[in-house]
């Protein structure tokens, strides 16, 4: 395709008919359309009518958009085959910048944005002139449509610093950038600032400098969100002086309406959020300015009146207010009594009172209200910052913040008990002033999880929401009803079973309401107070079914209520309230199947003809599975009936491709395939008509094209192979298998389900219908991997060889893959089974481990033939696997978790598909209660193999596994009650490269009662002086788990005991008898989360243990591995003991709260110390704030560079200068036993 007049004219009269009124047309002109996209130079031809002037201004901003979205499809990531040509790409990064600048500004606009595609792409290494192009135009004489082009393409381009993970690659583009665009962007702002008094009174010229004066503001804040760079530090005089005069400047040209937020304004909202971010991150630089800009801002706010035009800038400003207060070396400004009255009665409160446009929006648009409220994305609204700027003031300031508005509080209360209809109001603000200062702790999912003690949530609840819910006239008052439903739902897990129980039924009346916010609340509420646990018990729910079972038929009566209405018929909160209550009846929901399952069937039928609503539509969905899956699990003959009632529905969703329906159908339909009567010899079975009908169709090509279907095929077609194996689908096993090749071959995003399909076919279809495929299937496997190796793939490949052994032997696949080529399985073992057997998925673990021990042990090419040089490789592999720490026993606690887990939050949506919690497909065991531990099964098959070679085999392990994996084995042979194997003694037969590190002079006396170590390399001489900074990582109750250890016999390597000599203070005596304690009461060599938790929930019955226990057990897991071995854990007591100093102990605290594991404790992290200690032992909130304050206080003097965290020698700095801190984290034995002291254990 050329670039001529006749080409332009063609491509010209395509974009006019993709205009077309006649959809006909339209359709055929984009069908074009897509078949030229495919010709060289197609993108360079729209660029270039872009540029036309004579051609009409629709056709040419058709072109920019058609261009854009072809840029944003094909542009490719790195040097891989695209539809755009190298040479097209050059030609358009060469003309782009120059025809955007240039262009019109509807136009302007998709170029700037393809650009920025382009940039996210080749941006800097593979365009590294686009900065020198753009910075040409902000030098004089200055067009300012052109810079306002080039100014939204940069920060298109830079945005993303302010949200990117670090790392050198960013830091080099960062650098790369502030070289060659800061400069002259600097000199720009200047003359800019310079050119404002000229032009102040020329309305458009105004105009035109502050749009590019907001986009400026938009940049600064890019480049310095990672880091305050040298350019803008050398110049922060220069642009914090003009940020003070610009939020100054007032011009009646420039201002806000009503209603729409002028550019005066956008300038000053960016101004806020950047001294908010200075303040926040380098308060040193920002130090001499802060008083200023706090007075500037202070200033603004008492200007502003109650527009929403001015909505944003007051709630940034407030949010620079309430990052000054939040600071000990900032809250000064706020301190007197006389000074926080002026803060909390003119800026807070005015900004608490609900303005006309918030009550239209409760009344007019529900939705939008209900999404800002309930799904907290009112960030930017007044009332949110006001509530976080009087938080801020509560971290220095509570007791007199919560006096002064406890008089508010009491003041407006009693005004609206006297005339409730006037002054509603008020009881409104009250109730948001209650939340505001009551909660010190509070997520989405559980709402306030922590209060303050000034505070009686309870007692609140009782006086004013609770009478107001008992209200019989649903509909007065409604936006306070919603208030009282709303403050319900966020403190429910602070209010006693019988309150939750009493308030219950009160919710189920106001799902009878007429306002659409007030019955959204409430069905919210009832969901989510089924989530509340027992307070003595956190794995019991607070309300049971027999709690619910009473008042279950007057709530499914009026949530189905609303569902029929036209108002609110796709109401998501419903209908996940309908979800909640209906898995919370368990069993008891049998009474109800029938009428649920007609009212969500003609729900079903309406929904379907136009599903706009994706949460709606899941939870619709994810009902339908629970009823199936409860239902049929208590009376499988139920499926029947489900099929009867739902496949008349999915029929039409089928027939008229409702693709937004389409995934889910396939998965119920799998679903219902599955839970189906498994056939036996006494009792066969075959699936019904309507089954066999649909599986030709869901073979059809065609239909595996939308990528959203893949999934729910994939899961369908599985169940079809398990339910119809050995009949309709042999009869189609080559279509079947077509779809295999095709989603292995052609699909990186979904080649793992046609793997899952193969391994369908292994474990239910007869041998003798694939043993003719398997080769050329290998085949296509290894080519694929050889083109396009992934992390998933190798995955993929090794679970399957792991089914293929286990079906049918480890010999078969060896002979099978070395058919292919000689010696190929050698490749195999090297590249996959031995590098990446340990990464495989949890779920997958039990059959790869079995896999590998029968080919370990079965398989003859491995124990005496030519791949006996790979055994040893091969047993520290699965070594490694079983040392992945996840349990590889199958049961179904995995599975109630997940779906658990999707019960407590919204989906994660994909535009065409998310997978049914309820409709999960159940994980196949092959081995059940067969082979339930594979450890044992390893230790058990290696015993045999052993008895039957009694030398060969423990040889090879004495040479080749290190002390560490002998001991594993050893372990396992415990574990299985099966002799242990005769290796030789290992502290002999030392690894190579662990005799490379323990390089030492070792003296053994005859008996070896004793052992001289003088270990004297570099690696474990500094090991060894330095152990307590890398060590010291367990707390003092820690050895309260063993008291109650019995003794047991068992032996500890040479090894072993050498270092954990070098490395504690116990004694070889000392150390051979916790050995055996832990072996009794952890036969398996490990202690579990789990346990941990137990036993500190008995050392503190009434603290918050699970909290503590999280960050002791992570900090004590020294290798990272998920679990805690007899090493990590006398490693982790021995630097704890009564020996360690105060410092080393300090240093264990670090390390135990160093959550991310980055030698630093952010703000976060030590608020996390504060709260998991105090929560762990007094659990006095008093003490917890007050400690809070203190440490944010040494935090702020320690923090020198005012980076936002602390290294180790920083916070045992800071801690050692507080004496409170100093006695909370190590408090005098004669008091209480401290987390870091375990003397008085021993």
Not at 130 to 145: S, Y
Not at 796 to 815: D, M, N, P, R, S
């Amino acid at each position: 395709m050329e670039i001529n007049e006749q080409s332009l004219e063609a491509l010209a009269a395509y974009l006019k008919q993709t205009l077309s009124p006649n959809t006909d047309e339209r359709s055929s002109a984009e069908k074009t359309l897509k078949q030229i996209e495919r010709n060289e130079k197609y993108s360079l031809l729209l660029l270039t009518l872009c540029d036309r002037e004579q051609i009409s201004m629709d056709i040419r901003k058709a072109a920019a958009i058609i261009f854009k979205n072809f840029i944003k499809l094909n542009w490719p990531s790195s040097e891989t085959s695209s539809l755009i040509t190298l040479n097209d790409r050059n030609q358009i990064k060469q003309h782009i910048i120059d025809l955007m600048t240039k262009s019109p500004e509807q136009i302007q606009k998709q170029l700037s944005d393809s650009i920025s595609i382009i940039g996210q792409n080749d941006f800097p290494d593979q365009w590294p002139e686009l900065l020198g192009v753009m910075c040409k135009q902000l030098h004089p004489p200055i067009d300012f449509h052109k810079v306002n082009g080039v100014l939204k393409t940069a920060h298109s381009l830079f945005k993303r610093y302010r949200y990117e993970a670090k790392s050198d690659e960013l830091w080099t583009e960062i650098a790369h950038v502030l070289e060659k665009f800061a400069p002259s962007f600097t000199e720009f702002f200047k003359s800019l600032m310079a050119y404002i008094p000229q032009q102040e009174t020329n309305a458009t010229e105004i105009k035109i400098i502050f749009d590019s004066l907001f986009v400026i503001t938009k940049i600064f804040y890019d480049l310095n969100a990672q880091e305050l760079p040298d350019h803008f530090d050398d110049n922060k005089d220069v642009y914090l002086n003009n940020f003070l005069l610009l939020l100054a400047y007032d011009n009646p040209l420039l201002r806000s309406d009503a209603n729409n937020t002028g550019v005066l304004e956008q300038v000053k909202t960016e101004i806020c959020r950047i001294v908010a971010l200075f303040a926040d991150n380098y308060s040193d630089d920002f130090k001499p300015f802060t008083q200023q800009f706090a007075s500037a801002i202070w200033s603004l706010l008492t200007k502003l009146d109650s527009s929403p035009g001015y909505d944003d800038l007051v709630g940034t400003a407030m949010r620079f207010l309430s990052t000054l207060a939040a600071r000990s070396h900032h809250c000064a400004m706020f301190q007197g009594d006389e000074t926080l009255k002026t803060v909390c009665e003119q800026v807070i409160l005015p900004n608490l009172f609900l303005r006309e446009a918030d009550i239209e929006e409760f009344e007019d648009n529900p939705e939008e209200y209900i999404r800002k409220d309930i799904e907290k994305s009112d960030f930017a609204t007044r009332r949110r910052a006001a509530g976080d700027f009087l938080q801020a003031l509560c971290i220095f300031f509570e007791p007199q913040v919560v006096a002064l508005y406890s008089q508010y509080i009491d003041s407006m209360l009693q005004d609206y008990i006297q005339n409730p209809t006037k002054n509603w109001t008020k009881k409104d603000i009250s109730i948001f002033l209650v939340l505001a200062l009551a909660s010190k702790g509070e997520t989405q999912k559980f709402g306030i999880t922590r209060s303050s003690h000034l505070i009686s949530i309870q007692a609140f609840f009782i006086s004013a929401i609770y009478p107001e819910l008992q209200d019989q006239d649903v509909n007065r008052l409604p936006l306070i009803k919603a208030d009282c439903l709303k403050f319900f739902t966020i403190v429910r897990n602070q209010l006693d079973n019988e309150l939750l129980l009493r308030t219950l039924p009160e919710c189920g009346r106001y799902l009878l309401s007429t306002n659409i916010v007030t019955q959204t609340y409430a069905a919210h509420a009832i969901e989510r107070v089924l989530l509340v646990k027992q307070t003595q018990n956190k794995q019991q729910l607070a309300i049971t079914k027999t709690d619910l079972i009473p008042h279950a038929q007057m709530i499914f009566d009026h949530l189905f209520k609303i569902l029929n209405s036209d108002k609110s018929y796709e109401n998501e909160y419903v209908m996940r309230a309908v979800m909640r209550l209906s898995y919370s009846l368990q069993d008891g929901i049998m009474p109800y199947l029938n009428q649920l399952m007609e009212k969500l069937v003609i729900i079903l039928k309406r929904t379907s003809k136009n599903p706009n609503k994706p949460n709606f539509n899941h939870y619709l969905f994810e009902t339908i599975s629970l009823l199936i899956r409860t239902s049929c699990t208590q009376n499988p003959q139920l499926v029947e009936q489900f099929e009867g009632i739902l496949f008349p529905v999915f029929t039409p969703i089928f027939s008229e491709d409702v693709a937004e329906f389409v995934p889910y159908v396939l998965q119920i339909i799998g679903f219902l395939l599955e839970s189906r009567t498994p056939s036996t010899q006494t009792n066969p079975t075959t699936i019904p008509d309507s089954y066999r009908v649909l599986f030709p169709l869901i073979l059809t090509p065609s239909f595996w094209d939308r990528s959203g279907n893949i999934p729910a095929l994939s899961r369908l077609l599985q169940a079809y192979i398990q339910k119809a194996g050995e009949t309709i689908v042999v009869e189609k096993i080559t279509t079947v298998l077509g779809v295999f090749q095709r989603l292995v071959d052609q699909s990186k995003l979904h080649d793992q389900e046609g793997f899952h399909i193969l391994q369908s076919l292994i474990i239910h279809v007869p041998q003798s219908y694939l043993t003719n495929y398997f080769r050329d299937i290998f085949i296509l496997i290894f080519t694929r991997l050889t083109r396009a190796k992934t992390q998933k793939l190798i995955k993929c490949i090794i679970v399957l060889f792991c089914y293929f052994i286990a079906k049918y032997g480890a010999q078969e696949l060896i002979t099978l893959i070395d058919s292919i080529q000689q010696n190929m399985f050698s490749m195999v073992c090297e590249r996959l089974f031995i590098p990446h057997l340990d990464k495989v998925d949890r779920e997958d673990k039990k059959i790869c481990a079995i896999g590998m021990t029968r080919l370990l042990t079965e398989a003859q090419a491995i124990t005496q033939g030519p791949y006996m040089n790979l055994w040893v490789s091969l047993l520290q592999s699965l070594i490694r696997l079983f040392e992945v720490k996840h349990e590889i026993t199958q049961d179904n606690e995995t599975e109630i978790a997940d779906i658990m887990v999707a019960l407590e939050d919204t989906p994660d949506y994909t535009p065409a598909f998310s997978r049914l919690a309820f409709a999960k497909k159940s994980n196949i065991d092959l081995f059940g209660s067969e082979i339930p531990d594979p450890r044992v099964y390893l230790a058990k098959c290696l015993s045999i193999l052993t008895a039957a070679n009694p030398t060969k085999f423990t040889t090879m392990m004495s040479n080749g596994l290190v002390a560490s994996e002998q001991q594993s084995i050893q372990n396992h042979c415990l574990l299985a009650n099966v002799q242990k194997l005769q290796m030789a003694n290992s502290s002999n037969t030392l690894d190579i490269k662990e005799k490379s590190i323990h390089n030492s002079n070792l003296s053994l006396n005859s008996n070896h009662s004793r052992m001289n170590v003088n270990l004297q390399t570099p690696a474990l001489s500094k090991l060894s002086s330095n152990k307590y900074n890398f060590f010291t990582r367990i707390g003092h109750y820690f050895r309260s788990l063993y008291k109650r250890f019995k003794s047991s016999h068992t032996q500890l390597t040479e090894i072993d005991i050498q270092i954990l000599i070098s490395l504690t203070p116990y004694t070889r005596e000392q150390i051979q008898e916790w050995h055996k304690r832990f072996l009794c009461d952890c036969p398996n060599g490990f202690r579990s989360r789990k346990q941990f938790i137990q036993t500190y929930r008995q050392l503190f019955p009434k603290g918050d243990a699970e909290r503590f226990t999280k960050h002791v057990y992570r900090a004590c897991d020294l290798d990272k591995s998920g679990q805690v071995d007899f090493r990590e854990f006398l490693i982790g007591l021995g630097m704890t003991s009564a020996n360690a100093t105060p410092k080393q102990k300090l240093e264990w605290t670090f390390k135990v709260f160093d959550i991310d594991g980055n030698g630093y404790l952010t703000r976060k992290e030590c608020c996390e110390v504060i709260e998991a200690i105090v929560g762990l032992t007094s659990n006095d909130e008093r003490v917890e704030e007050l400690a809070k304050q203190r440490m944010m206080k040494t935090f702020d003097e320690i923090d020198e560079k005012n980076r936002g965290q602390l290294t180790m020698n920083q916070f045992i700095r800071g801690c050692e200068k507080d004496p409170l801190i100093l006695n909370l984290l190590l408090p005098s034995e004669t008091t209480m036993p401290s987390i870091t002291n375990t003397s008085s254990i021993f």
